[in-house]
């Protein structure tokens, strides 16, 4: 899950000020040995979350999955799909975001709603369980399947643990989701910047965990962190969440406040956006695996079938009598 080598702009200009949504920004940071991404969402983020009418809480998880999901998914280069999914005994207790390359995504979270109401401010709302991420190339190529225990420790943390434990890159991510004022009521946002630690040295890539293997009883010292990924993180840190989720701040702006001492580079945007791929000819499909006897009892008092999307909250009614 690791940025590939991008192609050369050799060309210098200034920093755009132009804010775009639903946008990703791949970037380096050649000084330091750091690629990464910025990700905006304004309207995509938006429908997905007002369509389904989630409560607060649960749309800011919800959204901050959206942007994380992009954060890793757009690494695929041409197609394929990546998948981000949630199982676990909070009120939130499942949770799926899927981005079909190069640009779709969809999302969507099953909740407790007496759960969510008894849930103190601030408290994790996902609980214990598991987050996987699922990526899938299609064709002959390997299903791959990253998972990572969730302990309470929020989306962003829980990330960052996946990166340390499997994929041992040394990466740091932030997430926000926010509502702005707009001239029709509210409506969401969400943000997001993951840099990772990809020197050309393999030996200067830092294992931070435990292999595991030691003997019982001996104390393991983690290798000290590479002075250049320490300013990397120690500047990453400081962004704030307003900056991540401003209609009015482009990410090439937020880059260059971050990055200008050190330099940065960035390269191609590319857009995404909201896209189900739920279908009429896809939802009989579905049916038509189903026994007449299970289709039966489906029929509601209206004589059809009717079949809400979890993702997109479309409707389609379809007369049993086609089945037949």
Known sequence: MSDGPQPARPVSRAVSDSARDDTVLPFSVDSLDVRGRVVRLGPSVDRILSQHGYPAPVARVVG?????????????????????????????????????????????????????????????????????????????????????ALQGQGLEAAAHQYFRQSEQIPTQIRLAVAQSVTASGFSWRAGGLMIQFLPGASERRRIEL???????????????????????????????????????????????????????????????????????????TMLRGFSVEDRGEMVGDDGMIGVTCEFCSAFRAFDPKDFE
């Not at 499942?94 to 007496?114: I, S, T």
């Not at 990924?229 to 880059?255: G, I, N, Y």
């Open 64 to 148: 901050e999955a959206l942007a994380l999901t992009i954060l890793l998914g757009s690494s695929l280069k041409i197609e394929g799909r990546f998948q981000l999914q949630t199982r676990s005994d909070g009120a939130i207790d499942m949770l799926v975001v899927d981005f079909d390359a190069p640009d779709r995504l969809r999302a969507f979270a099953r909740f407790d709603a007496a759960r969510l109401a008894n849930a103190g401010k601030g408290q994790d709302l996902l609980g214990a369980g598991h987050l996987a991420f699922t990526i899938d190339q299609g064709g002959d190529a390997a299903r791959y399947q990253g998972i990572v």
């Open 210 to 284: 435990d292999p595991g293997d030691v003997p019982e009883g001996t104390s393991f010292e983690p290798a000290p962190e590479d002075d250049a990924w320490t300013e990397a993180k120690a500047v990453a840190a400081t962004v704030e969440d307003h900056e991540l989720v401003d209609p009015t701040l482009s990410s090439e702006r937020l880059l260059y406040r971050l990055f200008h001492q050190p330099g940065v580079k960035v390269f191609e945007p590319r857009t995404v956006r909201d896209a189900c791929r739920c279908s009429d000819e896809g939802v009989k």
